[in-house]
């Protein structure tokens, strides 16, 4: 039997095969998605104790990147590979946890001989399977059903379209489950504090300045004093509070700047007998600490700032951010 062409168009042509082949697959699943994967997604967001991913070979590989998007998308998960559950790595379960098993076929050594002990411990079991009445599937407390595949790879055999369709439908759960949580961006950066995404998610309050690094005089204060409280701790700029802290004013070494300029053509500008009030910006623009610092960024370029004032819900100012603590942290 002769051996295929395998020109580059060929080659080109049998990639965009598989591609679609597996593209088709998951379209086909998201049609037939219906009351059993609200269910499990409920089952997964009532789970008081840890989802716990399960999964032989390439299913196993997918499970794993399975628990990680959960684990990041707030429910807390962890991987069990089979074989080591059978020695010993079933005390990690408990009656709490949900166990969600990946097996195509539902009938895999490793995986079938977990699901007696699984549910003697008590846990929830949830198949992803093609064969909804293998062993797996009989065992189960839920399944989800990914359907008949046509595995992409010529010889029919390697595990692709089956483990891209099971990687598309654990992905469908978590985000859906993160939906049903109220999964916020402030929590997603909570627990993903490093790297570009890490910068990409940091909130301003973790970014400002706060306590005496971001100086704060009572209204009547001289502008005097007001000065030397910004070149005391090196800040930029200085908050103006009321008795009972809460925001009156704010003023910046640029105002300081231009204050000396503007009275330069009718004498020196006098920084001794001015109280704060007379000279501070009323009604500045202000930002909330939780907040991305992103998000700060931009509006400190879109009105050309270089300092922001961070004040709570409340009203009282917590903190500071300068642009040079945007840069430090590789935001600018």
């Known amino acids: 039997m002769p ?10 042509r049998a990639a965009r095969d598989v591609l679609e082949q597996l593209a088709s697959s998951i379209q086909r699943l998201a049609e037939q998605l219906g009351p059993a994967f609200l269910e499990a997604a409920a089952l997964l967001r009532g789970c008081r104790g840890m989802v716990v991913v399960t999964g032989m070979g390439k299913a196993g590989l997918i499970g794993a990147k399975v628990s990680a998007t959960l684990a990041s998308t707030g429910t807390r998960s962890l991987f069990l590979h089979p074989a080591e559950a059978a020695h010993g790595d079933l005390g ?8 969600v098993v990946l097996s195509f076929s539902g009938s895999t050594e490793e995986v079938v001989r977990l699901l007696e002990p699984i549910r003697r411990i008590g846990a929830r079991l949830l198949a992803v399977t093609g ?6 599937g009989k065992h189960a407390d839920l399944v989800l059903d990914i359907g008949t595949v046509v595995e992409a790879c010529p010889l029919g055999l390697a595990p692709t379209t089956s483990t891209s369709v099971m990687l598309a439908i654990g992905d469908a759960l978590a985000l859906t489950v993160m939906r049903m949580k109220n999964f916020s961006s402030e929590d997603f950066a909570r627990y993903h504090p490093a790297g570009e995404l890490g910068r990409k998610l940091l909130t301003v309050g973790e970014v400002m300045r706060r306590g005496r690094d971001a100086p704060v005089v009572k209204s009547g204060s001289r502008l005097r004093d007001a000065v030397q409280a910004m070149t005391d701790t090196r800040a930029g700029a200085v908050t103006v509070v009321d008795g009972d ?26 920084v001794v007998r001015p109280t704060i009030d007379e000279v501070m910006t009323r009604n500045p623009i202000t930002i909330a600490p939780t907040h991305l610092a992103t998000e700060a960024l931009n509006l400190m370029r879109t009105r050309q700032l270089d300092q922001i004032l961070v004040v709570a819900a409340d009203g009282r100012p917590v903190g500071l951010l300068d642009v040079q603590d945007l840069l430090r942290v590789g935001l600018v």
């Open 245 to 270: 802290g809460r925001l009156v004013g704010f003023y910046t070494d640029g105002d300081l700047r231009r204050n000396l300029l503007q009275r330069s053509a009718s004498g020196a500008f006098d």
């Open 131 to 136: 064969r909804p009445d293998s062993p797996l």
């Open 92 to 99: 990690r379960i408990d009656e709490q946890d949900v166990v």
């Open 3 to 12: 051996e295929p062409a395998n020109t580059s168009a060929d080659l080109l």
